[in-house]
């Protein structure tokens, strides 16, 4: 634990993990989220400033609850954020399906993990390369 100032009000509180907000201020900030959450709801095509402009928040802390999958855009939304590793658009997390299956199959390779291949269908032997046996 340490001592840190909010980054919203500054007050002094003690700092275990997650946003570097107090107490108050992450309760006034999650009521925001729910807020956030049933606007977009309301309004599934909204831009990403008029949804901040109405409900009051930074288009930075919208984007945060975005990277964060807390806040998810159905695909015809133009709200969408650019993925970390190739900057395509996104909808929600941090990277495009593209990239977590890129930087899954790298992990795998450092680790050393493979996942077998398919094995490719037998063909069948001609009848004349079969062994016969005579009752």
Same mark, same amino acid.
């Given at each position: ?12 509180? %003690? ?7 107090? %107490? %108050? ?25 008029? /949804? ?8 930075? $802390? #919208? $984007? ?16 969408? #954020? ?24 790298? /992990? ?8 077998? =291949? ?5 063909? =069948?032997?001609?009848?004349?390369? =079969? ?5």
């Amino acid at each position: 634990m340490e001592l840190i100032s909010c980054v919203k009000c500054g007050k002094l509180f %003690q700092h275990i993990s997650g946003p570097r907000v107090c %107490q %108050q201020c992450g309760k006034e900030l999650e009521e925001k989220f729910v807020e956030v959450k049933a606007y977009v709801r309301e309004h599934p095509n909204i831009d990403m400033r008029t /949804l901040s402009k109405e409900c009051e928040v930074s288009p930075k $802390q #919208i $984007q945060r609850w975005v990277r964060e999958d807390r806040l998810v855009f159905s695909a015809d939304s133009p709200i969408g #954020i650019p993925c970390e590793r190739c900057g395509k658009t996104i909808k929600s997390g941090r990277f495009c399906e593209s990239c977590k299956n890129g930087i899954t199959h790298d /992990l795998e390779n450092a680790a050393g993990i493979r996942k077998p =291949k398919s094995e490719a269908p037998k063909k =069948k032997a001609p009848e004349s390369d =079969k062994m016969r046996f005579l009752g």
